[in-house]
């Protein structure tokens, strides 16, 4: 069974400039996340898709950042004009869960490595 | 912080030893998963516990549940050099809410 693919895996660019990230869940699963895990820090949730619906987006810094989840499949993120402080890896991770109350086993992509100069 | 808390930061033991890392969170729970990750790499699944079960076992490892302290362990027992990783705790809401903690680094030393 195929894992979670993302890409870029590595993104370098510049302040103000803006960047995108791709992510294919694992054939199936109906729940897809998108999280920020700056270095030294545990994962924290930037939005969440139920099929192509958005469960939660509380902690996306919507001014900045964006996400689709076309035909609840596959998944963009979005960030437009990057900051300095969005250096940090973006991990996308899916769940076969189709119940977003009751959250089993994630699996995580690679993750998508973004310094912003 | 809305994170979970764990402690120890940073772990470092001898191969053969066990290694012992806690859990702390704030709200009640549908349940708590651990996971691992190797530097560099994403995320992997290693154990979830029910609020309703008190302990839980998966070869090497050892986790506990203590819903009324809000706290959780994960025990490896006789670690090898290839258990060096970081290992993170999540909880989930009733709400759907999953919430990671900071992490601890483990280090097992050959």
């Known amino acids: 069974e195929a894992g979670v693919a993302q890409s870029p895996r590595y993104k370098i660019i510049e302040k103000r400039q803006s960047v995108a990230f791709w992510c294919n869940p694992i054939?199936?699963?109906?729940?897809l996340y998108w999280y920020q895990q700056i270095l030294g820090q545990g994962p924290k949730l930037l939005i969440q898709?139920?099929?192509?619906?958005?469960?939660?987006d509380s902690q996306l810094p919507k001014d900045r950042f964006s996400a689709e989840r076309l035909k609840g499949v596959d998944s963009t993120l979005k960030i437009q004009p990057a900051k300095l402080e969005d250096s940090a890896v973006y991990l996308c991770?899916?769940?076969?869960?189709?119940?977003?109350?009751?959250?089993?086993?994630?699996?995580f992509g690679e993750g998508s490595r973004l310094t912003v100069l | 912080s809305q994170q979970g808390e764990e402690d120890p930061q940073a772990l470092s033991i001898q191969e053969g030893e066990n290694a012992t890392m806690n859990c702390s969170y704030k709200?009640?729970?549908?349940?708590l998963q651990w996971y691992r990750q190797n530097s560099g790499r994403g995320l992997v699944h290693l154990i979830l516990?029910?609020?309703?079960?008190r302990e839980k076992h998966s070869g090497r490892l050892r986790v506990t549940l203590d819903t009324s302290k809000k706290s959780s362990s994960l025990l490896i027992t006789a670690s090898r050099a290839a258990d060096t990783a970081s290992y993170f705790c999540?909880?989930?809401?009733?709400?759907?809410?999953?919430?990671f903690g900071d992490g601890t680094t483990l280090t097992v030393k050959p």
């Open positions: 054939s199936g699963h109906a729940t």
């Open positions: 999540a909880y989930n809401t009733n709400a759907g809410k999953s919430t």
């Open positions: 709200t009640s729970i549908n349940n």
């Open positions: 516990i029910r609020s309703n079960e």
């Open positions: 991770a899916s769940s076969v869960s189709s119940d977003f109350r009751n959250t089993g086993e994630l699996f």
């Open positions: 898709f139920q099929n192509n619906g958005v469960v939660d």
